[in-house]
């Protein structure tokens, strides 16, 4: 079993910068494909941004050119770099790895709050 682990929400002002972390209990980001997903309140949960185990990426057309999404596979950590938030941004969000190959497994972090307001 998986464990990943979210880190680095907050509240930040319009036009501010955070970075999650997304650390993985075990070696898995050159066989999963990884992604950060958000839920604002009231609001389904959408995909932010994705990470192949090949290391191709793709955003969500409201955060492209603003977030940015890398990982560190010796350190076991995603992360998500968001820059020019907006309150729009405020929402939960999550990690989320699945595997590349059958059995596609998949895992969800709990979840990091980020809330922009001023």
């Known amino acids: 079993q998986v464990q990943l682990v979210e880190s680095g929400g907050g509240l930040v002002q319009p036009g501010g910068s955070l970075r999650f972390s997304c650390v993985a209990s075990?070696?898995?980001?050159?066989?999963?494909?990884m992604a950060w997903y958000r839920q604002a309140p009231g609001k389904q949960r959408e995909l932010v941004a994705i990470i192949t185990s090949d290391d191709n990426t793709n955003y969500a057309s409201s955060v492209k050119g603003r977030f940015t999404i890398s990982r560190d596979n010796v350190k076991n950590t995603m992360y998500l770099q968001m820059n020019s938030l907006k309150p729009e941004d405020t929402a939960v969000y999550y990690c989320?790895?699945?595997?590349?190959?059958?059995?596609?497994?998949?895992?969800w972090g709990q979840g990091t709050q980020v809330t922009v307001s001023s």
């Open positions: 075990e070696s898995i980001f050159t066989i999963y494909t």
């Open positions: 989320h790895a699945i595997r590349s190959l059958p059995p596609h497994l998949k895992y």
